[in-house]
């Protein structure tokens, strides 16, 4: 059974900074391209920032290149989002995702196995 457990959301004032992290059991984690997804009240779940199978490439959505960095530990199966100059916009529940791909999915669509997300909130 795959499981993927997001942690590290929380309350933070604009210009701070969260780590999220997210583990993974019960898939083989080094085949998997790993996805951060996001969702705001009201809005469309929207993609943040995903990196490779092998962790050589990463992308990260326009809002929050320069602030947001992805990065994964093949020893514990774990993908990390850490975000810095956080903005009241970044607020919602952040999400991580599995992908079993060689490219690098920024689609809802493509990913096979999400988490339960972990709430957010920057305040102003």
């Known amino acids: 059974q795959v499981q993927l457990v997001e942690s590290g959301g929380g309350l933070v004032q604009a210009g701070g900074s969260l780590r999220l992290s997210c583990a993974a059991s019960?898939?083989?984690?080094?085949?998997?391209?790993m996805g951060w997804f996001r969702q705001a009240p009201g809005k469309e779940r929207e993609f943040v920032a995903v990196?490779?199978?092998?962790?050589?490439?990463?992308y990260g959505a326009d809002s929050v290149k320069g602030r947001f960095t992805i990065s994964r530990d093949y020893v514990k199966n774990s993908v990390y989002l850490q975000m810095s100059s956080l903005k009241p916009e970044d607020t919602a529940v952040y999400y991580c995702?599995?992908?079993?791909?060689?490219?690098?999915?920024?689609?809802?669509?493509?990913?096979?196995?999400w988490g339960q997300g972990t709430q957010v909130t920057v305040s102003s």
């Open positions: 995702a599995a992908d079993r791909t060689r490219g690098i999915p920024g689609s809802l669509r493509e990913y096979d196995y």
């Open positions: 019960g898939l083989t984690f080094a085949n998997y391209a």
């Open positions: 990196i490779s199978w092998r962790g050589s490439s990463t």
